[in-house]
């Protein structure tokens, strides 16, 4: 038998791993595939716990977290190619010109 | 150690490993690719879990939808140039002490988690007897009918985003 | 599970493989004399009996040709792509009941795992065409991964229909749903969208743009030769022979039939019909315009389908 503290933990590395990546990438586009990781991190704690509990809206949960990410990537890789046609960069130490 | 402990093993190592992988490649199409092989173990640990219909979800959605969707973007973007420079920010150590320190801070607390002694209705056997997919739909077209139809929304509310930002500019 | 069974299930697997890949190099050459006789030609004739022998010349001359890798292809992932494309064709074949009880995985959501695997597939054209480092294929690959998006969703939704109909997304019970009445009498709007689907799926005429042979130089396969290209070519038609027997499985009964006939030769009967539909679809349509082909999937068959969900919904209720 697994333990669910194993699964919490090895979704806590993950995470921090993505974070770490989303904090000092250059690339934009790498950038949210980090965002994407921490994301999965998440559910696969999600779904320990729906295991683990007996309880099935972890895994709701998940579905959930998965529309958003469907949607958030959708949105942000348009707000990349939009800006890319304006400013062809996509380092983020770069793109400071939305000074107010 | 058991069949389910030396699974498990593999699982976390293999999962860590590429997690690295893809926050260090260099190449954007190299991440997008271990992300891909991170995406079928994910699944993989989700069967193990009992939860067949969101492996498969975790395929066709993520896989075959999300991650084509950064190739593309990454193939229409021009970023030869960008592959041979320096790939972190500046600010690259204070990040990963903040990771590492968050880390530290996370497996310190939820480390000590036990399993509450009430459990749910959905055991095993249950899920079992009903399938996966038909226990999902019937929680999720009763007791989240709301939250179902807002993520429609949400999603219609994404494509239209995505069309605005994206089509070219009418003078 | 005991040891025994998995050594018997790793027989199954086998077994169905190599008679599956048997069935592959054959379908080549039925492909070249179908459209031969349609042509008024012949068909391959020298090697064999009416050059029966043919599929078997042709994997040896590509095991034995050169393998050539341009010096700019960016190499493990053009090493890889043609293997992701052959493992996502095989591994559909799992969960496809072949007769009465028979399917090496009977898997709850079959149709889900299908409709997973197809899309990984696609990784296999994007891939090989991003990583040669050539013109046409990269052009290929990215017409590939729009095309594949598109049309999937036209595919899963015309699904939906069929899910109606019999409640589950285990095939084998689909196929037991369809005793009485095919779902191609019930559901034949889902099954024109997914007739339709399936052929941008697998990249076949009318809707082959990844490969284009007069415009792309063949496309996503310009760079491979040798055992990889063979491996792509392999990929292609099993997935063509997968996406038949899918469609057979959802809207032909599956392996139901009169009795006078065993369950198993009725299916593969069945899936040979309609391969020879892919065939005489190919022999007789022209290649469609690319931009034509996105606005068809978007604007005609996501709405059609949509529409179809819409109608078996409220007379599922009423």
């Given at each position: 038998?697994?333990?669910?503290?194993?699964?919490?933990?090895?979704?806590?590395?993950?995470?921090?791993?993505?974070?770490?990546?989303?904090?000092?990438?250059?690339?934009?586009?790498?950038?949210?595939?980090?965002?994407?990781?921490?994301?999965?991190?998440?559910?696969?704690?999600?779904?320990?716990?729906?295991?683990?509990?007996?309880?099935?809206?972890?895994?709701?949960?998940?579905?959930?977290?998965?529309?958003?990410?469907?949607?958030?990537?959708?949105?942000?890789?348009?707000?990349?190619?939009?800006?890319?046609?304006?400013?062809?960069?996509?380092?983020?130490?770069?793109?400071?010109?939305?000074?107010? | 150690?058991?069949?389910?402990?030396?699974?498990?093993?593999?699982?976390?190592?293999?999962?860590?490993?590429?997690?690295?992988?893809?926050?260090?490649?260099?190449?954007?199409?190299?991440?997008?690719?271990?992300?891909?092989?991170?995406?079928?173990?994910?699944?993989?640990?989700?069967?193990?879990?009992?939860?067949?219909?969101?492996?498969?979800?975790?395929?066709?959605?993520?896989?075959?939808?999300?991650?084509?969707?950064?190739?593309?973007?990454?193939?229409?973007?021009?970023?030869?140039?960008?592959?041979?420079?320096?790939?972190?920010?500046?600010?690259?150590?204070?990040?990963?002490?903040?990771?590492?320190?968050?880390?530290?801070?996370?497996?310190?607390?939820?480390?000590?988690?036990?399993?509450?002694?009430?459990?749910?209705?959905?055991?095993?056997?249950?899920?079992?007897?009903?399938?996966?997919?038909?226990?999902?739909?019937?929680?999720?077209?009763?007791?989240?009918?709301?939250?179902?139809?807002?993520?429609?929304?949400?999603?219609?509310?994404?494509?239209?985003?995505?069309?605005?930002?994206?089509?070219?500019?009418?003078? | 599970?005991?040891?025994?069974?998995?050594?018997?299930?790793?027989?199954?697997?086998?077994?169905?493989?190599?008679?599956?890949?048997?069935?592959?190099?054959?379908?080549?050459?039925?492909?070249?004399?179908?459209?031969?006789?349609?042509?008024?030609?012949?068909?391959?004739?020298?090697?064999?009996?009416?050059?029966?022998?043919?599929?078997?010349?042709?994997?040896?001359?590509?095991?034995?040709?050169?393998?050539i890798?341009?010096?700019?292809?960016?190499?493990?992932?053009f090493?890889?792509?043609p293997?992701?494309?052959?493992?996502?064709?095989?591994?559909?074949?799992?969960?496809?009941?072949?007769?009465?009880?028979?399917?090496?995985?009977?898997?709850?959501?079959?149709?889900?795992?299908?409709?997973?695997?197809?899309?990984?597939?696609?990784?296999?054209?994007?891939?090989g065409?991003?990583?040669s480092?050539?013109?046409?294929?990269?052009?290929?690959?990215?017409?590939?991964?729009?095309?594949?998006?598109?049309?999937?969703?036209?595919?899963?939704?015309?699904?939906?229909?069929?899910?109606?109909?019999?409640?589950?997304?285990?095939?084998?019970?689909?196929?037991?749903?369809?005793?009485?009445?095919?779902?191609?009498?019930?559901?034949?709007?889902?099954?024109?969208?997914?007739?339709?689907?399936?052929?941008?799926?697998?990249?076949?005429?009318?809707?082959?743009?990844?490969?284009?042979?007069?415009?792309?130089?063949?496309?996503y396969a310009t760079e491979y030769s040798g055992?990889r290209f063979?491996?792509f070519?392999?990929?292609?038609?099993?997935?063509?022979?997968?996406?038949?027997?899918?469609?057979?499985?959802?809207?032909?009964?599956?392996?139901?039939?009169?009795?006078?006939?065993?369950?198993?030769?009725?299916?593969?009967?069945?899936?040979?019909?309609?391969?020879?539909?892919?065939?005489?679809?190919?022999?007789?349509?022209?290649?469609?315009?690319?931009?034509?082909?996105?606005?068809?999937?978007?604007?005609?068959?996501?709405?059609?389908?949509?529409?179809?969900?819409?109608?078996?919904?409220?007379?599922?209720?009423?």
């Open positions: 038998m697994v333990p669910l503290n194993w699964y919490i933990i090895l979704s806590a590395v993950m995470f921090s791993i993505g974070m770490f990546g989303f904090l000092s990438r250059r690339n934009l586009v790498i950038m949210f595939i980090c965002l994407e990781l921490m994301l999965n991190a998440v559910n696969v704690s999600l779904v320990a716990f729906s295991h683990y509990l007996q309880s099935i809206n972890g895994q709701i949960l998940v579905f959930f977290v998965i529309t958003v990410a469907a949607a958030e990537a959708a949105i942000g890789l348009a707000i990349i190619i939009a800006y890319y046609k304006n400013n062809p960069t996509i380092k983020v130490d770069e793109i400071n010109i939305l000074k107010g | 150690m058991t069949l389910q402990q030396i699974y498990f093993g593999y699982f976390a190592t293999m999962m860590t490993i590429i997690s690295l992988l893809v926050v260090s490649r260099k190449n954007p199409v190299h991440s997008v690719l271990w992300m891909l092989v991170l995406f079928v173990h994910m699944a993989g640990l989700y069967l193990f879990l009992n939860a067949e219909f969101l492996a498969a979800v975790q395929i066709i959605v993520y896989a075959g939808a999300i991650m084509v969707l950064f190739l593309f973007v990454i193939m229409l973007l021009n970023l030869r140039k960008e592959e041979k420079e320096f790939r972190l920010q500046k600010q690259w150590p204070v990040s990963a002490v903040t990771a590492v320190l968050f880390l530290v801070v996370l497996v310190s607390i939820l480390g000590k988690i036990t399993v509450l002694p009430e459990l749910g209705e959905y055991s095993i056997d249950m899920i079992n007897a009903q399938g996966s997919l038909m226990t999902i739909g019937n929680v999720l077209y009763t007791k989240y009918l709301l939250p179902f139809e807002i993520a429609s929304v949400l999603l219609l509310v994404a494509i239209v985003g995505a069309v605005v930002l994206a089509k070219k500019r009418i003078e | 599970m005991s040891a025994a069974e998995m050594i018997g299930i790793f027989i199954e697997t086998l077994i169905v493989v190599s008679i599956l890949m048997l069935h592959v190099s054959y379908v080549v050459y039925f492909e070249r004399k179908v459209i031969g006789h349609m042509q008024c030609r012949m068909g391959p004739m020298r090697v064999g009996w009416h050059g029966l022998l043919q599929p078997i010349a042709d994997a040896i001359k590509l095991f034995f040709k050169e393998d890798i341009p010096s700019q292809a960016d190499k493990p992932i090493y890889v792509a293997l992701i494309g052959v493992l996502a064709a095989l591994g559909s074949v799992a969960v496809i009941p072949m007769w009465e009880g028979f399917s090496i995985a009977n898997l709850n959501i079959g149709i889900l795992y299908i409709l997973a695997l197809s899309s990984v597939g696609s990784y296999a054209v994007i891939l065409g991003w990583a480092n050539s013109k046409y294929s990269f052009l290929g690959g990215l017409r590939s991964a729009a095309q594949v998006i598109s049309y999937e969703i036209a595919m899963g939704l015309s699904l939906v229909g069929v899910m109606l109909m019999s409640g589950s997304a285990n095939l084998s019970d689909i196929v037991h749903a369809q005793a009485g009445h095919w779902f191609i009498f019930t559901q034949p709007v889902a099954f024109f969208v997914f007739v339709i689907a399936i052929f941008a799926e697998t990249n076949r005429v009318p809707f082959d743009m990844p490969e284009a042979e007069t415009e792309l130089v063949a496309g055992i063979g491996l070519f392999m990929a292609e038609y099993a997935g063509m022979f997968v996406m038949s027997a899918f469609a057979v499985t959802c809207f032909l009964g599956g392996w139901s039939g009169p009795a006078f006939l065993p369950g198993f030769v009725w299916f593969i009967l069945k899936v040979y019909a309609f391969i020879f539909l892919y065939f005489w679809i190919r022999a007789t349509l022209p290649r469609y315009r690319y931009d034509q082909l996105m606005g068809l999937g978007w604007k005609l068959f996501i709405p059609l389908a949509l529409a179809n969900v819409v109608f078996t919904a409220l007379m599922k209720i009423l």
